[in-house]
């Protein structure tokens, strides 16, 4: 029995010695990381667990009987995707060019949906201390969809919550 005992105190010194190679946790920064994209000409941000996927607009049909900001339904991967041009569901002017936006998708509370963008800029990185008390002065129909803001470099990303997009009652009467 002292020999599993020993053996086991051999073993923690050994972690204990290796550890000290590893990093810790006081060196750790707290940083926030979102996805940029562009609203109406707007940078924003989205969180990143707030995006399931990225895509290029597919191929999609119409559905007739529909607000105009639902664009189609599209097959992506075997399954049915309802593609929403969120610039028109915001500010009710469509997406100039749908050749050139991409698909945020988004899985929420069992709704599945692609919100077409104008423009993503890829991943934007912030420090917890970027953090904006503030919010910038922002379209109002962009307002009930921001919680917060970065500010770096002198310019605002305010962060845009698809989860209280998708939780709003007129996202989700989309047949006229």
Request: with cysteine; proline share 5%.
């Amino acid at each position: 029995m002292s020999d599993a005992f020993q053996r086991l105190k051999e073993i923690e010194q050994k972690c204990l010695e290796r550890a000290k190679d590893m990093p810790s946790v006081d060196g750790a920064t707290d940083e926030w990381t979102g996805i940029g994209f562009k609203i109406a000409g707007v940078n924003l941000l989205s969180s990143m667990g707030e995006v399931t996927e990225i895509l290029d607009t597919p191929s999609f049909t119409k559905v007739p009987g529909v607000k105009p900001w639902v664009v189609g339904i599209a097959n992506v991967r075997g399954g049915l995707l309802p593609l929403m041009d969120l610039k028109r569901f915001v500010t009710g002017e469509p997406i100039a060019s749908l050749n050139s936006a991409r698909v945020m998708v988004v899985d929420y509370n069992g709704l599945h949906t692609g919100l077409i963008v104008e423009e993503v800029q890829g991943m934007r990185h912030f420090s917890i201390n970027e953090q904006a008390y503030e919010l910038p002065d922002i379209n109002n129909k962009l307002k009930p969809y921001i919680k917060q803001a970065f500010e770096k470099d002198k310019e605002f990303w305010p962060v845009f919550s698809m989860h209280a997009l998708v939780e709003d009652e007129r996202f989700l009467h989309a047949s006229l």
